[in-house]
């Protein structure tokens, strides 16, 4: 059987080069240049048109990074509003993650299937090219159409000039490459054996540890037997009855008695005046009014949405009579369905809100 191609090996890229200079300029026909490694400026030498890989990469980009932010505008504002810590529904700064995530993985999956579509590659299909097992070591050949008659004499002539131009008598012209390096074959089977050596059966065991410092901390724990004092531990536990600063105690638990009781005995350090109702009325604007409304008239966005049960209004019997020291207790600990607020209001911003919802009593 005749073969269609003729191969010209070489043994560097820029001889590679000059070769593709000649046989351009001789009118011969390359199929194709197979090269260890990407060659920088070969599809310009071998005259291909630019990849169209990185349009695609930045329209898909585009197209991530669009739905990335319509997707959160629209969960966030419309579908399932969500009040973090009185942040607005529609907090940009804090898509930007999500929508950068996004960006990058539409722009790398559709890069990628750009690319399986355009090398029409899909599981299972047979390769259609040649397999030159050299190629992928350390040998780069061109591949051209085999020439007949005189061009053939003058391709010989051409790559036998080359060899003396370039002095390189390893450029040779080859019908059928079957050459295989065993060396590289060799080292398969010893890649396994190591990774496989640093498994142990024993769970107990890690195995080969490579950088133990940087998997295990070498600080003390709190509480630690202190080394320069055995009896000791590292930290000292604080004295009975330390609190931390800025700290005020609330002496009634989260139970039942310690409502009614802190209904019947707290009073609020601070007396009520327009600048603290104030105060209040914009930490209410901020954590409450979702579910509570501008007015504590149960009708806030959650609840139109009817993403949330209506709260009790301010107006109803059961809370216009409400002491200070319940409302104070459920804003703390959280009532119910209504969550615990403690972690996000300071003692003194707990007293200005009770102020405002006091004043919204009163109102109604
Ligand atoms: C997630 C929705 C939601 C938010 C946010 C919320 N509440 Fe409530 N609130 C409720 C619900 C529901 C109840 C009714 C609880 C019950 O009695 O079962 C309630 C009850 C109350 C009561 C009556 C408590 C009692 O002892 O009967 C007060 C006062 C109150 N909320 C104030 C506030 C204040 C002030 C804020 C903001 C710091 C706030 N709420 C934030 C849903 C909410």
Same mark, same amino acid.
């Given at each position: 059987?005749?073969?269609?191609?003729?191969?010209?090996?070489?043994?560097?890229? !820029?001889?590679?080069? @000059?070769?593709?200079?000649?046989?351009?300029?001789?009118?011969?026909?390359?199929?194709?240049?197979?090269? %260890?490694?990407?060659?920088?400026?070969?599809?310009?030498?071998?005259?291909?048109?630019?990849?169209?890989?990185?349009?695609?990469?930045?329209?898909?980009?585009?197209?991530?990074?669009?739905?990335?932010?319509?997707?959160?505008?629209?969960?966030?504002?419309?579908?399932?509003?969500?009040?973090?810590?009185?942040?607005?529904? $529609?907090?940009? %700064?804090? $898509?930007?993650?999500?929508?950068? &995530?996004?960006?990058?993985?539409?722009?790398?999956?559709?890069?990628?299937?750009?690319?399986?579509?355009?090398?029409?590659?899909?599981?299972?299909?047979? =390769?259609?090219? &040649?397999?030159?097992?050299?190629?992928?070591?350390?040998?780069?050949? #061109?591949?051209?159409?085999?020439?007949?008659? &005189?061009?053939?004499?003058?391709?010989?002539?051409?790559?036998? @000039?080359?060899?003396?131009?370039?002095?390189?008598? +390893?450029?040779?012209?080859?019908?059928?490459?079957? $050459?295989? *390096?065993?060396? #590289?074959?060799?080292?398969?089977?010893?890649?396994?054996?190591? =990774?496989?050596?640093?498994?142990?059966?024993?769970? &107990?065991?890690?195995?080969?540890?490579?950088?133990?410092?940087?998997?295990?901390?070498?600080?003390?724990?709190?509480?630690?037997?202190?080394?320069?004092?055995?009896?000791?531990?590292?930290?000292?536990?604080?004295?009975?009855?330390?609190?931390?600063?800025?700290?005020?105690?609330?002496?009634?638990?989260?139970?039942?008695?310690?409502? !009614?009781?802190?209904?019947? !005995?707290?009073?609020? %350090?601070?007396?009520? *005046?327009?600048?603290?109702?104030?105060?209040?009325?914009?930490?209410? @604007?901020?954590?409450?009014?979702?579910?509570?409304?501008?007015?504590? @008239?149960?009708?806030?966005?959650?609840?139109?949405?009817?993403?949330?049960?209506?709260?009790?209004?301010?107006?109803?019997? #059961?809370?216009? !009579?409400?002491?200070?020291?319940? #409302? $104070?207790?459920?804003?703390?600990?959280?009532?119910?369905?209504?969550?615990?607020?403690?972690?996000?209001?300071?003692?003194? +911003?707990? =007293?200005?809100?009770?102020?405002?919802?006091?004043?919204?009593?009163?109102?109604?």
């Amino acid at each position: 059987m005749t073969n269609k191609y003729l191969h010209i090996v070489f043994r560097d890229e !820029e001889n590679l080069f @000059e070769g593709i200079d000649l046989l351009r300029a001789n009118d011969f026909s390359i199929v194709d240049v197979m090269t %260890p490694f990407p060659v920088h400026g070969l599809d310009h030498k071998i005259g291909l048109k630019p990849s169209l890989i990185p349009t695609v990469g930045f329209i898909c980009g585009a197209i991530g990074a669009l739905t990335g932010f319509f997707f959160q505008s629209w969960v966030f504002t419309s579908s399932w509003p969500m009040n973090f810590g009185g942040k607005p529904f $529609f907090a940009f %700064p804090s $898509f930007i993650p999500v929508i950068f &995530e996004m960006t990058v993985l539409f722009s790398a999956l559709g890069m990628v299937l750009a690319f399986l579509y355009r090398s029409k590659l899909y599981p299972h299909k047979e =390769c259609s090219t &040649e397999k030159v097992p050299i190629t992928t070591d350390d040998q780069f050949v #061109i591949k051209l159409m085999k020439p007949e008659g &005189e061009k053939l004499t003058l391709l010989q002539k051409l790559v036998n @000039e080359l060899k003396v131009k370039l002095d390189n008598p +390893e450029i040779a012209i080859s019908e059928k490459l079957t $050459f295989f *390096n065993n060396k #590289i074959v060799a080292l398969v089977p010893l890649a396994f054996i190591l =990774c496989f050596s640093s498994c142990k059966n024993n769970k &107990e065991q890690p195995g080969y540890e490579y950088m133990p410092d940087m998997v295990y901390s070498r600080s003390f724990e709190y509480y630690s037997a202190n080394p320069l004092d055995k009896s000791k531990s590292m930290a000292k536990v604080p004295p009975v009855g330390s609190i931390p600063r800025s700290f005020t105690p609330y002496p009634y638990p989260n139970t039942k008695d310690g409502y !009614e009781q802190a209904g019947k !005995e707290w009073i609020n %350090p601070l007396s009520s *005046n327009d600048i603290y109702i104030d105060e209040g009325k914009k930490l209410f @604007e901020l954590y409450c009014v979702y579910c509570h409304g501008q007015k504590g @008239e149960a009708n806030g966005i959650l609840v139109e949405k009817q993403k949330f049960p209506p709260p009790p209004s301010f107006s109803s019997d #059961i809370l216009k !009579e409400l002491p200070a020291g319940k #409302i $104070f207790h459920s804003i703390t600990y959280g009532k119910n369905l209504m969550g615990p607020h403690a972690s996000m209001l300071s003692y003194q +911003e707990r =007293c200005k809100v009770v102020l405002f919802v006091q004043s919204l009593q009163k109102k109604l």
